[in-house]
């Protein structure tokens, strides 16, 4: 479908979000360990768990999300398995690479040729404790994405991000993050979204009127625990769009039997459903 | 030989250190685009390169320090080819993963067991954005170090690590950073260290003397420009250790010709002496 090379990230991605009535992104963190009856433990059985799991929900996904670190996890074959995976994503849905990345210009080079020239992710995640220049590279193409860590769901994400910091206000440091992130969407042609977990409505509330269009992506509703509907009440934009809801192990490991497929297209369904019901229509 | 497998990772270094009179570190950030002349511009090339390089340098390296951008540059055989590079390292001397990482949970383990279990990675660098549960599954086995970016060497850096902080003191974030690797390689096994660019002379000396024995990973002198006199003065321990000088570009392209590795066994003994040259002896 050669129209989508031309369409923005941001246009792609609504297109999939109203086509799929969907703000549900499909997380996928394989590990051997977890791989249900039925399926080999090994890295093949990986790929063929994945790209089952990815036919299964492919009707309810909005966005899907591989994990570096579980790919990583599988040793010197984890690239090739990523790949595989990349490859199984049916093309109307795009994909991003949780990955949380950034580093100074020509390494930051290496790897926006690699995920988004070679794998062809439409998005990744990454971390801005570098600066603009670190993330610079990766904001070239209007038809890519990152999604700055910003507000993170783990307990000890207070540690830097919630210091008190004085710039041209006193605040916390996150909201000076997602403010940086409001001028790199105005500034570079690929789109600039944040992280921000669902285990902090409040804080999520605060990034959502500081930066009232980006795109949020939300992990925590899962096996984390997040408040989903206070989520998304309060994450969405006003027209009940921008906030990408991900779940991960609660929709791969639905099932630890052979019907795990299916259990996962029911969890996905539901979830999806489930997340429809709490978001405002414009 | 297995009694290096009871070694901390401080021991470890030191041991290399003082065997090969070195605070050098090599790295290693291979292009396909930069390969010299008589090496096949391919991922198989590459692999041959890395290979006759870490033979060239291996008298005058402390440490190899392969950056992960340029792997992933590589594509989906960027891990294969990660591993061979890994492989061709000598056992006596510790290798560096770059890859600035950090996670919640399960995908920080999904990490650690892909970069220390399976890759065998003596140490990695980390982003301590997402705080100290992110880095916890780094820090389990005193073998291991991670290295946490600080203060680094490019321009944007000041974005975040220069803003001023209100915690028990006023202090830019990039101090807050350092007393906090402080505590937490205090508290845990593994050794913690941190990144500081060599284009920061003056704050290098600050780091150093907060963290009075921890290693420093200075990036930064070779390509980047950064001052060696002045960091080696400043950055080393008061026994004249404890900091890793790293080059990359100025050792591997030191030739684009067939002398591509005589050119780079000249530059990595050069600047192995310079170093020293500048080293206070304890």
Not at 204 to 226: K, N, S, T
């Amino acid at each position: 479908m050669p129209s989508t090379a031309t369409l923005t990230f941001t246009d792609r991605l609504q297109q999939r979000i109203d086509a799929a009535d969907s703000l549900l992104c499909v997380g996928i963190d394989p590990t051997i360990a977890r791989m249900p009856e039925g399926v080999a433990p090994s890295v093949d059985g990986v790929i063929e768990f994945c790209v089952n799991l990815i036919e299964a929900t492919k009707d309810d996904a909005a966005i899907y999300k591989p994990n570096l670190g579980f790919f990583v996890g599988l040793g010197r074959r984890g690239l090739e398995a990523l790949w595989e995976v990349r490859q199984a994503i049916p093309q109307e849905i795009p994909v991003l690479l949780d990955c949380k990345i950034a580093d100074i210009d020509s390494t930051a080079k290496g790897y926006a040729t690699g995920w988004f020239d070679e794998f062809d992710f439409d998005a990744i995640t990454v971390n801005a404790y570098m600066g603009e220049d670190s993330l610079a590279p990766f904001l070239q193409d209007a038809a890519r994405a990152v999604f700055v860590v910003c507000k993170t769901s783990n307990p000890g994400s207070g540690d830097l991000q919630d210091i008190t910091v004085q710039t041209d206000l006193t605040q916390p440091l996150y909201h000076h993050v997602a403010k940086r992130t409001k001028t790199w969407n105005e500034t570079y042609p690929a789109t600039v979204g944040v992280v921000v977990g669902a285990t902090w409505p409040e804080q999520l509330r605060e990034v959502r009127a500081l930066l009232p269009d980006q795109p949020i992506l939300l992990p925590g509703i899962g096996a984390q625990g997040g408040d989903l509907a206070a989520s998304v009440a309060v994450g969405t934009t006003a027209t009940g769009t921008g906030l990408l809801c991900s779940a991960s192990r609660s929709i791969m490991y639905a099932s630890s039997g052979t019907d795990y497929a299916d259990a996962a297209r029911t969890a996905a369904h539901e979830l999806r459903l489930a997340i429809n019901e709490h978001r405002p229509r414009g």
